[in-house]
């Protein structure tokens, strides 16, 4: 029978389950939200994420291409990023997943490779931009983005992680308008925004580019915030989420060092087809006895 | 001594929209004037920006007494007497008519031969002005750290220390604060701002031969880019429209804490708006609202300022645009363009507190691809068209009609059977209808018989 097979395949990964998210996010913001995208855009993002990552497995010879990582960010790339330029677009996919392979640490790369080609084309490119107002405050937009991303973590096992940057970041509005005597119609209102909702659930929860602990990965979420909160009412710039997690990658590492936990393996995640790995590895064998999480996602 | 009470303008000015006279079209003659006022209470704020550089006008068309008329904008920094301008209405509504939602007529070709004709026609905004107020004590933690005399406006920039004192302060002044200010204020202290009170010098402007408020401009820098209208939702009745002219170096701006939404666009409809495209556009704009549940900004018009297609007035030139304070303008753009090297957005928001609990906040996108709200008029053949294709050219009409009838009432909710009759009217009759009875034809079929 072909369905069950099917099922049975779309099991084997917690990825299937979001790319499949992501699509349904993307359609809805085309066809609903008037989200402003080309229709190359997609193709752009997604055909040089997929491109870049199998040149990249075969450059560095690894045992074989996993398309999964690299759509996922594709699809990242089309919730977030904006242009009116081809070439800025095919520029800020590559960037991303050569960043995935290039900018490593022990085996694991520094950055998610959405948000680092994000930060990179907000802070040194024109004509590149994120509308962090696109999904509007719809509160039953935002619910339907927080079951789907949640069912995306759970199964992911990083629900801690978005769960605790909502709640670090929702202490930061809250604690702010209470400070300046502000309705709370403020902070709930900043708080229903879809951007945090897909920024929590399907950018910072990446597990291959969060601590390994859960303690590590609440001081992850909660320095993300810190520094995200200054970015937005320190220095009134929009986007404090992405450029705070920008900013507090390179301090995973020594999280890891500090609070260390187990390695992560999306394969695990689904508890299904031990010992199959859907990484683009760049070392064979794990540290410690663990298998060490290569390559993207 | 009698002290006057001054109405408070808060936030973002009041001011009437009326239509912008129209303009030339690139292809065809002008044909008419939309003189009808399409909204009250509207505000209309320029805002040119580039990198931290602001410069914010305020155009007001308060209908009062000038001596009662007072503004109160937050400002990020304080300001001197050189960041201050006051400019003229007609730039605004020049910049309004350039901007506006625009109405355009095309004639159907002979469909045995050939044929074009155009033009254009614009709805728009109105202008507006500002006022001000003077000098008192400073116990209430109320500090007037400047006080200027700009044109007929008399300026203080004020800080305080708290709400209540600051309240206070412009109660024992003559200023009329809303209930509720108090704490909108406060949350403004705590973030450091200033506050820009402007009145109106009747006797300098009587000097000056004014008898109306001439818009205000304030120049700045600050990261903040961002348009206060919490205060002016404090005493708001009802909901309150506000027009927002960005000028901007490298693209269109959006809203980034609200979603920004184009009106619908390049639709056509049945002729007979064109003696109502006011009463359509408002019409088609409230649906919007109330569609977006009052939670969107709305994207009326961004486009290269050196052109526009079909032009509902010229765009502006170089020397407006430096009035305005597009401080760039001699600079060439990355396009290698000339003077005129910015780029427009005009935003509408309809709002209230309720549902824009927050200040407006904005960025300025790479976007620069062009949108303009159009419509369409599509006059038919009228005259003998015999051939085949004729024949053809008649049968798809009616199609056509029936389109563009659903067309407006989706957008408008107007009633299906009243925009039938008025395209009657107009001769864009079903037809299947007969003209004499209004009935379809198998309404007649056997109607003889039963009788």
């Known amino acids: 029978m072909m369905l069950p097979k099917a099922l049975r395949w779309f099991n084997t990964d917690a990825r299937h389950y979001q790319m499949t998210c992501q699509s349904t996010l993307f359609l809805y913001g085309c066809l609903f939200l008037g989200f402003d995208v080309p229709w190359w855009l997609p193709a752009a993002f997604i055909g040089t994420t997929l491109t870049t990552q199998y040149l990249f497995t075969k450059a560095l010879g690894l045992p074989h291409f996993d398309f999964r990582s690299p759509l996922i960010s594709g699809l990242s790339l089309c919730l977030m990023l904006r242009t009116d330029t081809i070439p800025l677009a095919i520029f800020c996919a590559a960037l991303g997943i050569a960043s995935k392979f290039m900018i490593r640490w022990r085996g694991k790369h520094i950055f998610n490779p959405t948000n680092f080609p994000i930060v990179f084309a907000l802070l040194f490119l024109d004509g590149v931009w994120v509308s962090p107002g696109q999904w509007g405050s719809a509160v039953w937009v935002a619910f339907l983005i927080a079951c789907l991303g949640a069912m995306v973590v759970t199964r992911a096992t990083r629900s801690d992680t978005a769960l605790a940057v909502i709640g670090f970041h929702a202490a930061i509005l809250f604690g702010r308008a209470l400070y300046l005597g502000d309705p709370l119609a403020i902070p709930l209102h900043q708080l229903q925004s879809g951007t945090l909702l897909v920024f929590a659930f399907f950018m910072i929860s990446d597990p291959k580019t969060t601590p390994y602990s859960r303690p590590g990965r609440i001081l992850f979420a909660l320095l993300v915030c810190l520094v995200a909160g200054w970015i937005q009412f320190g220095l009134f710039r929009p986007n404090g989420l992405l450029f705070g997690l920008a900013a507090c990658s390179p301090l995973v590492p020594l999280i890891d060092f500090v609070l260390p936990g187990p390695a992560y393996r999306w394969d695990r995640a689904s508890n299904q087809t031990k010992g199959m790995s859907h990484e683009t590895s760049t070392t064979p064998s794990g540290l410690g006895g663990l298998p060490l999480p290569h390559g993207a996602r | ?451």
């Open chain 2, 1 to 451: 001594m009698k002290r006057q009470l001054h109405r408070v303008g808060l936030a973002v000015c009041l001011c009437l929209t009326a239509p912008g006279s129209p303009a030339h079209a690139f292809c065809g003659f002008f044909v008419g004037k939309a003189d009808t006022k399409l909204y009250n209470k509207a505000s209309k704020v320029v805002l040119v920006r580039d990198g931290d550089k602001t410069i914010i006008t305020m155009a007001n068309d308060y209908q009062g007494d000038l001596k009662e008329f007072a503004m109160v904008i937050p400002v990020p920094t304080f300001i001197e007497r050189e960041q201050i301008h006051v400019t003229s209405n007609a730039i605004i509504e020049h910049l309004d008519e350039y901007t506006a939602p625009r109405l355009v007529e095309y004639y159907d070709e002979d469909p045995c031969r050939t044929i074009v004709a155009m033009e254009s026609r614009a709805l728009g905004s109105m202008p507006a002005a500002a006022a001000a107020p003077p000098v008192m004590a400073k116990e209430l933690g109320v500090t007037v750290e400047a006080q200027y005399k700009v044109e007929e406006y008399d300026v203080l920039i004020l800080s305080a220390e708290e709400s209540s004192g600051l309240e206070t302060w412009l109660k024992q002044n003559g200023y009329r604060i809303p209930e509720g200010a108090t704490e909108v204020l406060g949350s403004y202290i705590k973030q450091g701002v200033r506050f820009f009170v402007a009145k109106v010098n009747i006797e300098e402007q009587e000097k000056l031969g004014f008898t109306f408020l001439r818009p205000l401009s304030v120049a700045f820098e600050s990261p903040k880019f961002m348009l206060p209208i919490r205060l002016g939702t404090v005493n708001a009745n009802g909901t309150q429209e506000l027009f927002i002219f960005a000028l901007t170096r490298n693209g269109r701006i959006e809203t980034t804490n609200y979603r920004t939404v184009r009106v619908p666009s390049d639709v056509e409809l049945p002729l007979f708006v064109e003696k109502e495209f006011s009463d359509f556009y408002t019409a088609m704009f409230s649906r919007q609202v109330e569609k977006e549940d009052m939670h969107a900004v709305f994207l009326e018009y961004a486009w290269d300022m050196n052109w526009c297609d079909p032009c509902a007035a010229s765009p502006m030139s170089p020397q407006e645009l430096e009035e305005l304070g597009v401080f760039w303008g001699g600079e060439p753009n990355r396009n290698g363009g000339d003077a005129r090297n910015a780029f427009v957005t005009r935003l509408h928001v309809r709002y209230d507190a309720a549902h824009f609990p927050e200040d407006l906040f904005f960025q300025e996108t790479g976007d620069r691809t062009n949108f303009q709200g159009r419509y369409v008029l599509r006059h038919p053949w009228t005259g003998t068209a015999d051939c085949s294709e004729g024949k053809d050219y008649r049968a798809r009409l009616a199609a056509r009609y029936a389109q563009d009838a659903k067309t407006l009432q989706d957008l408008t909710g107007w009633d299906p059977k009243e925009i039938k009759d008025k395209m009657a009217l107009n001769g864009q009759a079903d037809p299947k209808v007969d003209p004499a009875t209004g009935q379809k034809w198998w309404q007649r079929l056997w109607q003889k018989r039963k009788s």
